[in-house]
């Protein structure tokens, strides 16, 4: 039994740790309800990809996060129910807090445009920069 309840609160620091960052609290809300490839997340965060890829490694870890390579792309969702219920809780959480916040409609108005330019595009611009 210690054995689990070690691992259930190592996964609760995890989710804490995560949680304690803004860009990582904006990648979780432009998620909801969609699947977004990470030059879309770098365009919405305006952070460099190697910054992204560390957040969404860190949201992973907690398992907050589920993610899927197509080609050279990597795109990423909510984690689902098979996540576990302190992920589920925590995620429903960020939903409920950060919904109403300005940072969140600002974000929200800004992936409309993103979404409209194709993710091969934005990747090409990046590399770019």
Do not use: F
């Not at 952070?47 to 792309?73: F, I, N, Q, Y």
């Amino acid at each position: 039994m210690a054995k689990r309840e070690h691992k259930s609160v190592r996964g609760i620091l995890d989710i804490a740790r995560a949680l304690s960052d803004l860009n990582r609290l904006r990648a979780l809300c432009a998620l909801k309800g969609r699947e977004l490839c990470v030059c879309q997340i770098v365009e919405l965060l305006e952070l460099a990809p190697s910054t992204v890829s560390k957040h969404m490694s860190v949201l992973d870890g907690a398992r907050l996060l589920e993610s899927r390579k197509e080609g050279r792309w990597v795109y990423y969702r909510l984690a689902g129910k098979d996540a576990p219920q302190e992920a589920r809780d925590a995620l429903e959480w960020v939903r409920k807090h950060m919904s109403g916040t300005r940072q969140v409609r600002d974000d929200t108005e800004r992936l409309k445009g993103i979404l409209k330019i194709d993710p091969g595009e934005l990747c090409r611009r990046q590399s770019g920069r």
